[in-house]
């Protein structure tokens, strides 16, 4: 296998999407904004790198789990300072409800894409699913600073499970 180079920098690209769905008028256009977002995220340093990505996110979406998990540990292997590879793996994990090795992999993906807005919210949901409530309302509401449309932002609504007007400290 080849070196992986660095991944494509689109830091200017997902400032101006950030930019643009944190004024979007509906969750319509929201949503769309984040699918253009997608399209960097998961833009992968080279064709030998992309081929890995989307051979583990079509395991994944057909519930091969361990077959996913394989080729993420690969493309992380190959490609060390991609945020997606440990963002995918980390999403598997989750599916699985392995939710501190999401953890991980979530910790990894932002420590390389600090706004990787969906990392943030799955980083929220894993720390969720351990029952570290408090750290998972901080961090929802960090990924909702990025994008106030994430669906996930209903966890906060009250009388929602992350929703601490009640909460006796």
Do not use: K
């Not at 992380?76 to 953890?103: K, S, T, W």
């Not at 919210?121 to 969720?128: E, M």
């Not at 509401?141 to 499970?161: D, F, K, Q, V």
């Amino acid at each position: 296998m080849a070196v992986c180079p660095a991944p494509p920098d689109h830091s200017s690209q997902i400032s101006a999407l950030l930019g643009e769905i944190q004024s979007a008028e509906t969750e319509h256009e929201a949503r769309l904004i984040g699918n253009e977002l997608w399209t960097y995220w998961a833009d992968a340093p080279d064709a030998e790198a992309q081929a890995i990505l989307d051979r583990g996110m079509t395991r994944r979406s057909a519930y091969d789990f361990l077959g996913a998990l394989a080729d993420f540990d690969l493309l992380i292997a190959y490609c060390p300072n991609y945020a997606e590879g440990y963002n995918q793996r980390a999403f598997v994990n989750y599916l699985r409800r392995d939710f501190a090795r999401a953890l991980v992999d979530l910790e990894r993906a932002l420590a390389l894409s600090p706004r990787h807005v969906a990392a943030m919210s799955g980083r929220a949901l894993s720390l969720y699913g351990l029952g570290r409530l408090e750290e998972a309302r901080i961090a929802l509401e960090s990924a909702l600073a990025y994008n106030p449309w994430l669906t996930e932002r209903y966890l906060l609504a009250p009388g929602g499970p992350l929703d601490m007007e009640d909460v006796e400290l």
